[in-house]
Nanobody, 122 residues
Framework: VQLQASGGGLVQAGGSLRLSCAAS????????MGWFRQAPGKEREFVAA????????YYADSVKGRFTISRDNAKNTVYLQMNSLKPEDTAVYYC????????????????WGQGTQVTVSS
């Protein structure tokens, strides 16, 4: 499975961005997909996850109500809509798949994209 993340950039606080992650593989609709982020000097942390059908989603408390994860299985793509961005959201964002454990832990995912930088200015 190959993952390609895109959509990062520089945005002012309060603004919005939409990240995309395109995946290879014929069985994309069976993959749990996750988004994680890593800020400078910090450990990688869970942001959101979505099951294969898209009917269940999971969020970190820090992004609930501001971020929305979704997927288009026809396009083999998962999205992360980020609204009301804050400077503390600044990080490299990674998409992941191949879940073998907890939705919330990065060690539970096997496949990772290359990351896309999100910078939120105050």
């Amino acid at each position: 499975v190959q993952l390609q993340a895109s959509g990062g950039g520089l945005v002012q606080a309060g603004g919005s961005l939409r990240l995309s992650c395109a995946a290879s593989g014929r069985t994309f609709n069976t993959y749990v997909m996750g988004w994680f982020r890593q800020a400078p000097g910090k450990e990688r942390e869970f942001v959101a996850a979505i099951i294969g059908s898209g009917s269940s989603t999971y969020y970190a408390d820090s992004v609930k109500g501001r971020f929305t994860i979704s997927r288009d299985n026809a396009k083999n793509t998962v999205y992360l809509q980020m609204n009301s961005l804050k400077p503390e959201d600044t990080a490299v964002y990674y998409c992941a798949s191949g879940l073998r454990g907890s939705y919330y832990s990065d060690v539970g995912y096997v496949y990772w994209g290359q990351g896309t930088q999100v910078t939120v200015s105050s």
